[in-house]
């Protein structure tokens, strides 16, 4: 079985498109902001990131679906990049 994958993505991005799930009005809506620890480069990835974000992803959806206004922000520490190439040296 071959797996269209431009097929599904198209499909999906329309969906999310018209539902407008990536717009906010602040004005209307209860506020929530959800945060999740920060991503290091200075170690590997493991199982344990994988439950922290999907655990925040699942948190941020589940107070969309309830009418709030929710900002989930993903960041990433740009400084560490530096002080690591830093230690290199």
């Known amino acids: 079985m071959q797996i269209k ?44 990131h994988g439950r922290t974000y999907t655990l925040a992803d699942v948190h941020a959806r589940f107070y969309r679906m309830k009418g709030f206004n929710v900002l989930f922000q993903w960041r990433f520490i740009i400084q560490e990049l530096q ?3 830093w230690q290199k040296e």
């Not at 407008?20 to 199982?47: G, R």
């Open 5 to 48: 994958w431009n097929e599904i993505e198209s499909k999906w991005r329309k969906r999310w498109n018209d539902a407008k799930d990536f717009e906010t009005d602040p004005n209307t809506k209860e506020k929530k902001f959800i945060t999740v620890a920060y991503p290091y480069p200075n170690s590997p990835q493991h199982i344990g």
């Open 83 to 85: 002080f690591l190439e």
